[in-house]
Each structure stands twice: as C-alpha cells, then as structure tokens.
C-alpha cells in the first residue's frame, strides 16, 4: 500500500533514498528555549538543505516533529512542492519537556488523543496549534505517528498517549516513530505497541546508536520485527562514525538487513544551509562510503536506505482491522 507523503500517497517504489528521521522545520517554542540550536524555521535556508541532499541523491525525508510543538506543516507542503523531495509529516507528541505546562493537549483523554491522531492522518494536519487548540487545518494529512518515551513517561501510569497512538496506527495502518532514550525503553514500547495490536513493521524504534553498548538489546528488539533506527550518525558528541558503521555491520551480519533505518535527526547546528557541518547529504557522501570501506556491500546498504523506509513508511494494516482512508 502506499506511503502518504505531505503531497499525496505515492507508491513505495517512487520513494527513493530517504532519511526516516529527520528535522526540517522547528519553529520556536519551549524546546528551544532549551536547546536555541533546535529552530529551523527559514524556509529559504531548509529548501536550500532540501536541494543539496537531492543533487547527491536524496529522494525522501520524514520530518518527525508531531502536532502541537513546532511543527510546520504548511511549511513541509511547501517545501516539498518547491525542491521535489518527497516529505513524510509526524502526527502524535513528543516529551513533555517540549510542550508548556498548560498545553492543550494535557487536557485530552485518551480517546480525544486518539480522535486527533486520526484526525491528521485522514484529513489533514492542524497548523497554529503550538499555543492555541487545533482549529485551522490542511489539506496535507500525516503519514507516520510520532511517540516519545523517556524516564518522566516511564513513571506516567494512564500511558494514554502511548495507548492512543497504538489504536491510531491499528485503524489507519501508518507508523509509529518511536523517540526512546534507552535500548530498555526501546524494548519496553515496542513490546507495548505489539501487544495493542500494532502491526510489528508499523514500529520503529529510534535513537538506539546513542550508545553502542546494548547490541545484544538491538538484536532482541530487532527480533521482534519492528524496525531499528540509527540516526545518531555524524553526532559525535555520543561516539564516532566507525563504531556506529561497526554496530550496522553486526546488525547485518546477524541478518537484520532488513530491520535497519537511517537518519541523521538534523539540529539548526549541523546544517549546511544554517552555517552547520553536517548537512542533509552527509549519509550518502560521508556514511556509505565509510560503511563500503568497512566491508558493508551495497545490497543491505541500499536495502536499508531504500527498501526498508519505503516498506516502513508504506500503510500496513493488520489482518483483522481493515478500514481505508
Ligand atoms: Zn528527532
């Protein structure tokens, strides 16, 4: 089934080379008021990223910032109308550490939250809604759910949020990107979502290179069948490219080619356009060709930049559940 990009479903071989975690409009808001190097909101500067990551061969992104903190929508539309790289939108929430205490959507129950996800997956993404209820919305409908888990979530008994997203994806078969600061948090959703009736490839756990300590923890959530992420490539701060390129090529020889995504889950700091020195085409100019050097070849490299995302971001509904959009 199709992949439904902020400019219509297209099919999963009309995807391409993508990136299924990245940032490309942040507007401001309490995340930057913690980190300033998270807004990315000048359309000029992130078309420019957008078309330099095409001239070397990017086709796709999926920009995972969700309903109510930052994202832009109208933004995304546009953007992807202007450079031709298709663009995947997130629906869902992030950590509470990125909303303002009397946000509107602590106020939802489960099933409003639910209703919401729906909402922008088969009828289009609310704009306006950082600091005001979604009243306004678009055309342009969503194409992945994105869910954050960290220690503060952990403790939160209702799991509301996580318990609408796992029925938001059932209905609507799109995705769940999966924010986790841990390979035990990882564990801990992915095992959540599979027992709510999520379709195993609709889960995608992310942000699990941030430490190359717990590759036996990748296997166990790889084994699963949910998608693994590694989009910590190119960030230093946490560990270099050759020990992530390492960790890849233990994934694959384990023979998890096919459970692998990537991303570089860009910051206004790391791009190009912005004045940073990573750049949206740092997989394809710096990454594979380190992968290559290490032995990696180019079937699972393309099977995991190609294949996989079109496969991961394609609409999966489970055997019992069929409603169409
Ligand atoms: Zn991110």
Same mark, same amino acid.
């Given at each position: 089934?199709? !992949?439904?990009?902020?400019?219509?479903?297209?099919?999963?071989?009309?995807?391409?080379?993508?990136?299924? %975690?990245?940032?490309? +409009?942040l507007a401001e808001g309490?995340?930057?008021?913690?980190?300033?190097?998270?807004?990315?909101?000048? +359309?000029?500067?992130?078309?420019?990223? $957008?078309?330099?990551?095409?001239?070397?061969?990017?086709?796709?992104?999926?920009?995972?910032?969700?309903?109510?903190?930052?994202?832009?929508?109208?933004?995304?539309?546009?953007?992807?109308l202007q450079t031709g790289?298709? !663009?995947?939108?997130?629906?869902?929430?992030?950590?509470?550490?990125?909303?303002?205490?009397?946000?509107?959507?602590?106020?939802?129950?489960?099933?409003?939250?639910?209703?919401?996800?729906?909402?922008?997956? &088969?009828?289009?993404?609310?704009?306006?809604?950082?600091?005001?209820?979604?009243?306004?919305?678009?055309?342009?409908?969503?194409?992945?759910?994105?869910?954050?888990?960290?220690?503060?979530?952990?403790?939160?008994?209702?799991?509301?949020?996580?318990?609408?997203?796992?029925?938001?994806?059932? *209905?609507?078969?799109?995705?769940?990107?999966? %924010?986790t600061e841990s390979a035990?948090?990882?564990?801990?959703?992915?095992?959540?979502?599979?027992?709510?009736?999520?379709?195993?490839?609709?889960?995608?756990?992310? %942000?699990?290179? &941030?430490?190359?300590?717990? *590759?036996?923890?990748?296997?166990?959530?790889?084994?699963?069948? =949910?998608?693994?992420?590694?989009?910590?490539?190119?960030?230093?701060?946490?560990?270099?490219?050759?020990?992530?390129? &390492?960790?890849?090529?233990?994934?694959?020889?384990?023979?998890?080619?096919?459970?692998?995504?990537?991303? $570089?889950?860009?910051?206004?700091? &790391?791009?190009?356009?912005?004045?940073?020195? !990573?750049?949206?085409?740092? !997989? *394809?100019?710096?990454?594979?060709?380190?992968?290559?050097?290490?032995?990696?070849?180019?079937?699972?490299?393309?099977?995991?930049? =190609?294949?996989?995302?079109?496969?991961?971001?394609?609409?999966?509904?489970?055997?019992?559940?069929?409603? *169409? +959009?």
């Amino acid at each position: 089934m199709a !992949i439904q990009t902020v400019l219509g479903p297209i099919e999963k071989r009309e995807l391409g080379f993508c990136h299924a %975690h990245e940032h490309i +409009f942040l507007a401001e808001g309490p995340h930057t008021k913690v980190n300033p190097a998270l807004r990315i909101d000048d +359309f000029h500067k992130s078309c420019q990223e $957008l078309v330099s990551f095409k001239r070397v061969g990017g086709k796709a992104v999926v920009d995972a910032q969700p309903i109510g903190c930052g994202r832009m929508a109208d933004a995304l539309v546009a953007a992807a109308l202007q450079t031709g790289v298709h !663009i995947v939108a997130s629906t869902g929430f992030h950590k509470f550490i990125n909303y303002e205490t009397d946000h509107w959507l602590f106020s939802m129950d489960t099933t409003s939250l639910f209703e919401l996800f729906c909402q922008e997956i &088969r009828h289009g993404m609310f704009i306006n809604a950082d600091t005001q209820p979604p009243l306004e919305s678009i055309d342009a409908k969503a194409g992945a759910i994105k869910t954050a888990i960290d220690e503060d979530r952990m403790e939160d008994s209702s799991k509301k949020w996580f318990e609408a997203a796992a029925e938001a994806s059932v *209905v609507t078969g799109v995705p769940i990107i999966c %924010h986790t600061e841990s390979a035990e948090q990882g564990m801990y959703l992915a095992e959540f979502y599979l027992k709510r009736g999520v379709v195993p490839g609709n889960i995608i756990i992310c %942000h699990l290179d &941030r430490t190359l300590v717990d *590759v036996n923890l990748h296997r166990e959530i790889a084994s699963l069948g =949910v998608y693994v992420e590694y989009d910590t490539i190119g960030r230093f701060k946490y560990h270099d490219d050759v020990g992530e390129a &390492r960790l890849i090529a233990q994934m694959i020889e384990w023979g998890f080619e096919r459970s692998i995504l990537m991303g $570089l889950d860009t910051t206004r700091e &790391r791009l190009k356009s912005y004045g940073g020195n !990573i750049g949206l085409g740092y !997989i *394809v100019q710096k990454f594979i060709p380190l992968m290559r050097s290490l032995g990696i070849p180019d079937k699972p490299i393309r099977r995991m930049v =190609v294949e996989n995302p079109a496969e991961a971001f394609s609409v999966k509904l489970g055997a019992e559940r069929v409603e *169409v +959009f």
